[in-house]
Every structure is written in C-alpha cells, then in structure tokens.
C-alpha cells in the first residue's frame, strides 16, 4: 500500500526594519518623553516591529514585565529584547534576539544638503537630495526639511522627513512625512506601491489604499487630520 504524499511546508524570508527601544533611568521620566512623542505624532509606532533593547537599564524579570506591559498599554507591542538574559525570561515575554544589523541614516554628503538662514544668521538644512536608490533595509532620517529621492525606495525601507517627500521613481517602503509637526507636509512619487504612508501622524497602511491609485503617480496631504490620495495623471 502506498502512502499518501505529504504536503510540502514551505518558508521564505521576509526582511524588515525595526525601532529599536532604548529606555533609560529613570523610567517615569523616559516614560514621560516617550508619551509626549507619541502626542506630537500619535501614528509614529503604528504597523512598526519594536525591539526593546535593556542594555542600559538594570531590571530583573519583574521590572521587565512591568516595562513591556507600560509600552503595551501605550499600543507599542515589543516583538523581541535586546541587552538582556535568556535566564530571566518567562512565557510572558518576548524573546531575546540575535543576528540582526543596525542600520542608521544614509551617508549623504553635505554638498546634496541645501540651506536656508535661520534667525540668528546662520544656515541650517532645508532638503535634502539622495541621488540613489533606498534599498531594503535602508532609513533615510531628515528631521529639517524636505527629502528628495532621485529613484525608487525599496520594501522593507523607511524614509522620515520633517517636510515633504519627493519620490522620483516606485515607492515601495515606508514614507513618514511632517515628522516634525507639519500637517502641511506632503508625499509624491511616481509609482504608489508603498507599505505605509504618514503625515504628521496620521497613516494608511498598504491595504488601506484605493486599488486604482496602486501603481500611478500620486500625492498624498492631510485633508481634516485624515491622510487623502490623489493621483498626478
């Protein structure tokens, strides 16, 4: 007799870009200044994987406890620690990771940084041109101004601007715009397939998107606190 053929388990992989949490004493006060962020911009942990790193806080498993269930109370679920020992850990907590890269801003020279005179006779950033393509993995972090990609910004990418977002070619990751508190901050590309969209804290997640804006050029503006697309056709 023969046997029924199994089915096959299949697996793939999926990379991502995490906020890596690093909380300091004291805690009521880090605390204090995690809220007000989250009041400046309420979205700014929405749909984002979050890595609590424990390195410079001492705790044992019940500070710990107490910690992720703070940051759970503020919508901020924590999907793995850092900096901290296996040894102390229950089934109630998340695990502890290993094997990831840190990745920062992309190294921009400063002749593709324009500036403006600010108050004291000074320049300070106003935009900010990358000339290449954000690949996955990659955060583009330009908390003064506008940022401008000439090309495509990958899946599994981010890009954060205190302004505008100008997107010469797919955008595919994550755009965060008005960052800063603009709510006149908006976003443009020439091929919407992005993961997520933001404006001053307000988002829209990829299915959240009109299925016949997916793939054109589009701008995305706050129209009364919510996020409204438009396509550029």
């Known amino acids: 007799m023969t046997s029924a053929a199994r089915p096959s388990i299949r697996f793939r992989g999926h990379s991502l870009i995490a906020l890596v949490v690093v909380p300091e004493e004291p805690v009521p006060d880090w605390l204090a200044h995690l809220d007000a962020l989250a009041q400046r911009s309420p979205g700014f942990f929405a749909s984002r994987p979050v890595i609590l790193d424990m390195s410079h806080l001492p705790h044992d498993k019940d500070s710990l406890r107490a910690l992720v269930g703070d940051l759970f109370a503020r919508g901020i679920r924590v999907m793995g620690l850092e ?52 690949r996955s993995g990659q955060s583009i972090c330009f908390p003064d101004g506008d940022v401008t990609i000439v090309g495509s910004v990958s899946s599994g990418a981010e890009v954060i601007a205190g302004g505008s977002i100008h997107v010469y070619g797919t955008l595919r990751g994550r755009a965060v715009a008005g960052s800063g508190g603009d709510p006149k901050a908006r976003i443009y590309c020439r091929k919407l397939e992005a993961e997520l969209l933001m404006i001053d804290g307000s988002f829209r997640t990829d299915d959240e998107v009109q299925p016949d804006l997916r793939g054109r050029p589009v701008q995305a503006w706050l129209d009364n606190g919510a996020i409204a697309i438009a396509s550029l056709d």
């Open 83 to 134: 900096g901290t020992e296996e040894a102390i850990l229950g089934p109630d907590l998340p695990p502890v990771l290993s094997g990831g890269n840190p990745t920062g801003q992309l190294d921009i020279p400063t002749d593709r940084i324009k500036g403006q005179a600010n108050g004291n006779g000074t320049r300070r950033p106003a935009s900010l041109l990358v000339d290449k393509p954000v």
